[in-house]
Nanobody
Framework: QVQLVESGGGLVQAGGSLRLSCAAS????????MGWYRQAPEKQRELVAM???????SYSNSVKGRFTISRDNAKNTVYLQMNSLKPEDTAVYYC??????????WGQGTQVTVSS
């Protein structure tokens, strides 16, 4: 059974940094993409950043230039380095994994809170 284990969330002041990690295990076959979504209270879940196994990445306009996604394919792990955090970045961040042969999977979510 596929499991996504996230870590690295927490409370930080505006302007600070956090690094999220997500490790995938169990029944992992060819991974097509891994990335991060977030959901703030009373808002829809939105894409933050995504990276394909080939190395192509995409970002939400709201985080471009501040967040960096990276992957360790050998460890089936994806990271999200978040710099210059703003209060509007406060949300639950969810890890996402796509395997074309098995579908999409989500992590349990990790809270990121940015205080002003």
């Amino acid at each position: 059974q596929v499991q996504l284990v996230e870590s690295g969330g927490g409370l930080v002041q505006a302007g600070g940094s956090l690094r999220l990690s997500c490790a995938a295990s169990g029944g992992i076959f060819t991974i097509n993409a891994m990335g991060w979504y977030r959901q703030a209270p009373e808002k829809q879940r939105e894409l933050v950043a995504m990276m394909t196994t080939g190395g192509s990445s995409s970002y939400s306009n709201s985080v471009k230039g501040r967040f960096t996604i990276s992957r360790d394919n050998a460890k089936n792990t994806v990271y999200l380095q978040m710099n210059s955090l703003k209060p509007e970045d406060t949300a639950v961040y969810y890890c996402y994994l796509l395997m074309a042969s098995r579908g999409a999977y989500w992590g349990q979510g990790t809270q990121v809170t940015v205080s002003s």
